[in-house]
């Protein structure tokens, strides 16, 4: 196909043309699902257009050929697919407002906002994004890490959309040919230096020991009868100076100052102390979820015991997500780890299974009660067969190894019936509810 032979160079040459930009007139990329180029330069005209202002990075992936060549071409185009799956993730998490992703030529993507950040926001995401992206990912069951360049811009008000991703492509080459410059700017400005690590660090230790962290919480419904059951905790930061920051980057700051198991520590605190003002007869669970960072430590069960401990919360109607990505460093040590968790009572699910390479080996190792489904495997489920096949032979694995299936994204009605048809038990998304601040949840559950 078309779209596959892209992987084969497995990266952009030296300039991306405007022809690159405009292969085809596909909505979507077969491979990974984000727009195809030319829709994605249609939005960007519609944004003109209607007058919106604009901002834009794109992302090129460093030497993302040797995958191919090391590995084979199978293997390169999972990884691209776990990529825009990454960036897809990552913008839903940090943006407001409309934007979309796509994949532009090979191994480089775009991401647009229709938006008006500062410099530094757009500098800062951009960083995050790279860290996301950067992150090991399993390449025929070895960790690999992709590198990236990504150039950036702030498009005027009367700015020709195909001059400016022009612009992005000259100066994301230009990035690739200089090792030390990981963002650049597309008007040839320097990237602004915003706050440094430590300061960041500072900000994140002030958030913390203030309680700025935000904890809204996602509720979860029974595909049978519609019925409350749980709520899935995540986090926001606020950021005085950088704005909203998404549990994605917020992880990733963390991570990057040695904080994220205190992070862990203090959403699960703050979680469970909310946990345990829901009604007892609603006889609903929460859903955290557990990190690598987290997981690696040793004092993982102590810290957990001591925040079940203070809320008073029943172990056994908590549940842990953990992802493939939190068990790529030391499975074995994660899954002993999960399975004296377990047997405390406490529920475990493997969270965005189907998004990246569904690892079977998880199934057999993990003390699993749950297989909670990525979106991209129920997207099209309702008009596509082959994906309904698809679901239907995983349910059927959850069913012989005794797990509960859980949907994620479900908007709806259409699909929500479909997951029922095909034995499903639960849910979440936007269909019923996104998520909520902990005293709206109440408020939900009173009226539930």
Not at 1 to 22: I, Y
Not at 242 to 249: E, M, P, Y
């Amino acid at each position: 196909m078309a779209e596959r032979n892209l992987n084969s160079s497995g990266c952009m040459g030296p300039t991306m043309t405007s022809a690159a930009f405009n292969p085809g007139a596909s909505d979507s990329d077969a491979l990974t699902g984000l727009l195809a180029a030319a829709s994605a330069r249609e939005r960007l005209e519609s944004w003109a257009q209607a007058g919106l202002r604009w901002q834009a990075m794109l992302v090129g992936l460093q030497r993302f050929q040797a995958v191919n060549r090391a590995f084979g071409q199978p293997a390169g185009d999972a990884a691209l697919t776990e990529v825009a799956r990454r960036i897809r993730l990552f913008a839903q998490d940090a943006f407001e407002g409309e934007w979309f992703a796509a994949r532009i030529d090979g191994s480089a993507f775009l991401l647009a906002a229709a938006s008006d950040w500062s410099r530094e926001r757009w500098s800062f995401l951009a960083d995050a994004l790279g860290e996301a992206v950067a992150r090991p990912l399993a390449v025929a069951s070895q960790p690999v890490r992709l590198t990236t360049r990504i150039a950036l811009l702030r498009a005027l008000p009367d700015d020709d959309p195909q001059v400016a991703i022009d612009g992005l492509s000259h100066a994301l080459a230009e990035a690739q040919n200089q090792p030390a410059r990981r963002l650049i700017w597309a008007d040839g400005s320097r990237v602004p230096r915003g706050r440094s690590g430590a300061a960041l660090e500072a900000d994140l230790m002030k958030a913390l020991g203030q309680g700025e962290i935000a904890i809204l919480f996602q509720p979860q419904f029974r595909l049978s009868d519609g019925r409350l059951t749980g709520a899935e905790a995540l986090a926001r930061w606020d950021h005085a100076a950088l704005g909203r920051i998404g549990a994605a980057t917020l992880f990733a700051v963390a991570e990057r100052s040695d904080q994220a198991a205190a992070l862990g520590r203090h959403i699960a605190e703050r979680a469970l102390l909310a946990a345990a003002q829901w009604p007892p007869e609603a006889e609903m669970r929460l859903s955290l979820n557990l990190t690598a960072a987290e997981l690696a430590r040793s004092s993982c069960e102590a810290s957990l015991d001591e925040a079940l401990a203070a809320s008073g919360f029943d172990p056994c109607r908590l549940t842990l997500e953990v992802t493939e990505q939190s068990l790529l460093v030391d499975l074995e040590g994660a899954a002993s780890t999960l399975r004296r968790l377990a047997a405390r009572g406490i529920g475990i699910a493997l969270d965005d299974f189907g998004s990246g390479f569904a690892n079977f080996r998880y199934l057999k190792l993990l003390p699993l009660d749950y297989l909670k489904l990525d979106h991209t495997l129920t997207d099209d489920v309702v008009t596509d067969p082959r994906d309904r096949a698809i679901l239907r032979a995983i349910v059927a694995m959850a069913r012989a190894l005794e797990l509960k299936v859980i949907a994620e994204g479900v908007e709806n009605d259409a699909l929500r019936a479909l997951l029922a048809a095909e034995g499903c038990d639960y849910f979440q998304g936007f269909l019923r509810a996104g998520p909520l601040r902990a005293e709206d949840l109440e408020r939900f559950i009173a009226a539930a």
